[in-house]
């Protein structure tokens, strides 16, 4: 038996098992899509929702983006909720973009909105390992200052150590909640959105189970799956 025919011999017996046996999914360990101490947060909860919609059962785990990018090329994780980006299309088969993330910078409000020229030179706190503000700090001239995440930037802002930090919707308007008092005011610089999408390892059986796809997608697109990430989106940010 030639190589095709082993290999479609193997997947026709992969596929009854894609609904017996739990699949691997990873969310990514940045708030609020996931966190790795509690294995709960935004992504693991939307996932779950679609598997439950679908007939399918999740083994979930959190970690951090450069492995869960990995462990999908390699198919061991099938299913993610990240960034939509056309490298990701090599590796994933993009199901549906249910919510975006929208980047801004928050600065403690005065007596006039700021325009691009007030950040020059001023110390802006940018999430450790991001480049998606690289453009911004290049035509502001404002000077970056690394941190470890929002709650840290936030933080430094309050005290008068940064006189801006990096914004990242959802999760930004959490953690400002938590941080603030009556007396602190802010204003924000809006950069741009950035698309979510539900993808699917290409190296993984799930991915030539077309029924199972049709399922994910119907879920995650239908009025209800709107409002599960609407619901999900109030809940984190």
Request: net charge neutral; aromatic share 6%; proline share 6%.
């Amino acid at each position: 038996m030639n190589a095709a025919l082993w290999g479609g011999l193997a997947l026709w017996l992969w596929l009854p098992a894609l609904h017996a046996e739990a699949i691997p999914a990873s969310s990514q360990a940045i708030e609020p899509w996931g966190d790795a101490a509690s294995g709960d947060g935004l992504t693991p909860r939307f996932l779950r929702w679609l598997a439950d919609q679908s007939g399918l059962q999740l083994k979930q785990d959190t970690r951090p983006l450069p492995r869960l990018i990995e462990d999908l090329k390699a198919g061991r994780d099938a299913l993610a909720l990240i960034t939509a980006s056309p490298e990701r299309d090599a590796f994933g088969l993009e199901l549906c973009r249910p919510t975006d993330i929208r980047l801004s910078v928050v600065y403690r409000r005065g007596d006039r909105e700021w325009q691009s020229g007030d950040f020059k030179h001023r110390p802006v706190g940018i999430l450790r390992g991001t480049h998606t503000l690289d453009a911004f700090l290049a035509q502001s001239g404002a000077a970056s200052v690394l941190v470890n995440d929002m709650r840290q930037g936030i933080g430094m802002l309050r005290v008068g150590r940064l006189d801006a930090m990096m914004c990242v919707r959802p999760g930004c308007g959490h953690v400002l909640r938590q941080l603030s008092t009556p007396s602190d005011h802010w204003a924000e610089w809006t950069i741009s959105r950035e698309p979510m999408a539900v993808y699917v390892s290409r190296a993984h059986p799930l991915a030539h189970d077309a029924a199972a796809l049709d399922r994910l997608k119907s879920a995650c697109v239908s009025p209800a799956g709107r409002a599960k990430m609407a619901e999900l989106l109030a809940r984190y940010d």
